[in-house]
């Protein structure tokens, strides 16, 4: 082939089609789990489609290994906003001894750290119970249409391409490919090209607890000494916490940019490759500063550093309402809330992370997720859940984490069941009935005290 060689032709084929499914799930983190459970346990035949050969998307392949979103700071006191299937879950990940205890995060609201070989079998576990099925080591590769519906979602595996009939799909792929080759339109970035940064995670062993006591709380300051020296990091500050086995913490600090800066961008390969290794590199920098600066980090060493980079942001979903910051700082009110975020704008930016909380102890501190951010305009059997739903970027730079994400994919996979049971398009069911069964199955929509 000669370099000027710019397309080659692939010759039409038949595809196998493998299966046909009610509601076929693109991808397996926190909105995927919770949209098949949440189908499936509603009767449906539903199916999960997963790059990986496990469940848990950025929070186990990305090594994330911390909740955030479940709690929020409702007028000055911190309590769990985030229910249904994510009690399930949390449920499952504690009795398998992977759960640690809330711990507060800046003294305004609580996370809570787990173990990932516990969320990986938790999340097996809680969807078979459904009855969901999971297809791992699939890639989706692109949809099939007749006019505004997707019949068909390909996947390219082991056993060679084929094809997964379905009535409703829904994107839960963190980067909106479905809806991407949908031909749904969505935004990436703030639209001046900038996404928030990713980070590569890793978690380090062999640390001595008693040593370390707090040493979240000194190592920043650490850090800024250092600089002082001359020392350059990725970014201010970091976040070193511990796991629930306190000789294990993670380690939350690198940043990935291009040469020019800017965030790399999660759906472009060569970015992704490059990223991958520069992660890689700035992992092993920390770490040495790590073992050098900060006390019971001595005898440390790196125990994981996750398959991948961790992506924050890429495509989102420009739907009948985008979720706005506004939205979060003023604890916005939806009529057709589905659930809530009390999460606040978490904003990756070059060299630092800003954060805009809403009034603490004024406001209630969480604002409802409206249904309508699920619903891609012109494609009429696809709801997007997590963090590639219709949001802005800011809006995104909040309700992106966890809890937000379990509660879009509850409401996703019960949506798509009413649809299924009404014989109406996702953007016309009875959004009323949604909320009745959403908080039947133990979901709260904040709509009284939590
Ligand atoms: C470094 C970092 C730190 C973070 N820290 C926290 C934190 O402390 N707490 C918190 O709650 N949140 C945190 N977040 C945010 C949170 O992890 C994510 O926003 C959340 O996981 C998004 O969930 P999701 O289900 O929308 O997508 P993802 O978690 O991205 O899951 C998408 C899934 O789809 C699969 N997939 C994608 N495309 C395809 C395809 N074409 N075919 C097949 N499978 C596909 C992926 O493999 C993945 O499993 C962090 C994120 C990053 C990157």
């Known amino acids: 082939m000669s370099s000027a060689t710019e397309y080659v032709l692939e010759p039409e084929r038949h595809v196998p089609v493998r299966a046909e499914y009610e509601v076929v799930v693109l991808g397996g983190g926190p909105a995927g789990i919770a949209a098949a459970a949440a189908a499936a346990g509603h009767g449906r035949k539903t199916l999960l489609v997963e790059r990986y050969g496990f469940l848990g998307g950025m929070g186990t392949a990305a090594g994330v290994t911390n909740f955030c979103g479940l709690y929020a700071n409702v007028h000055g006191e911190i309590r769990q906003v985030v229910h249904g299937i994510a009690d399930e879950l949390l449920a499952r990940i504690d009795r398998l001894g992977g759960l640690n205890t809330p711990h507060l995060v800046f003294g305004k609201t609580k996370a809570q750290a787990y173990d990932t070989p516990a969320y990986k079998c938790a999340a097996d576990d809680l969807l078979l119970a459904k009855g969901s099925e999971v297809l791992f080591h699939a890639l989706g590769v692109g949809v099939l249409m007749d006019r505004d519906a997707i019949t068909a979602l390909l996947v390219e595996t082991k056993s060679g391409r084929c094809a997964l009939l379905g009535r409703i799909f829904i994107d839960c792929s963190g980067d909106a490919d479905l809806a991407a080759w949908a031909g749904a339109p969505f935004e990436l970035g703030d639209g001046i090209g900038n996404m928030l940064y990713p980070t590569t995670m890793f978690r380090v062993n062999g640390v001595d607890p008693a040593a370390a006591g707090e040493a979240w709380k000194l190592i920043p300051n650490l850090m800024e000494d250092a600089e002082r020296r001359g020392e350059r990091f990725p970014r201010k500050g970091a976040i070193v916490r511990p796991q629930k086995n306190p000789v294990e913490w993670r380690v939350n600090v690198t940043q990935i940019k291009t040469r020019n800066g800017k965030a790399i961008d999660g759906t472009d390969a060569g970015e992704l490759s ?45 739907g009948r309402y985008q979720l706005t910051g506004a939205d979060v700082t003023a604890c916005a009110s939806f009529p057709d809330s589905i659930g809530v975020n009390g999460w606040p704008i978490e904003n990756h930016v070059a060299g630092d992370v800003l954060w805009q909380w809403p009034p603490i102890p004024q406001s209630r501190g969480f604002n409802h997720l409206p249904y309508r951010m699920l619903l891609p305009v012109g494609v009429r059997n696809l709801l997007v859940a ?41 953007a016309e069911i009875a959004v009323h009935h949604l909320q009745a069964i959403l908080e039947q199955d133990g979901a709260y929509l904040g709509h009284d005290p939590a």
């Open 274 to 318: 490059t990223g991958e290794i520069e992660g890689r590199r700035q992992a092993l920098a920390f770490f040495e500063f790590l073992r050098r600066a900060a006390p019971g980090f001595g005898d440390a060493y790196i125990v994981d550093i996750p398959p991948q980079i961790g992506i924050r942001e890429t495509r989102r979903i420009t």
């Open 386 to 426: 997590g963090r590639c739903a219709s949001m802005t970027h800011d809006g995104q730079s909040a309700a992106r984490v966890s809890g937000g994400c379990f509660v879009m994919g509850q409401a996703a996979g019960t949506a798509a069941h009413l649809a299924l049971a009404s014989g109406r398009d996702v």
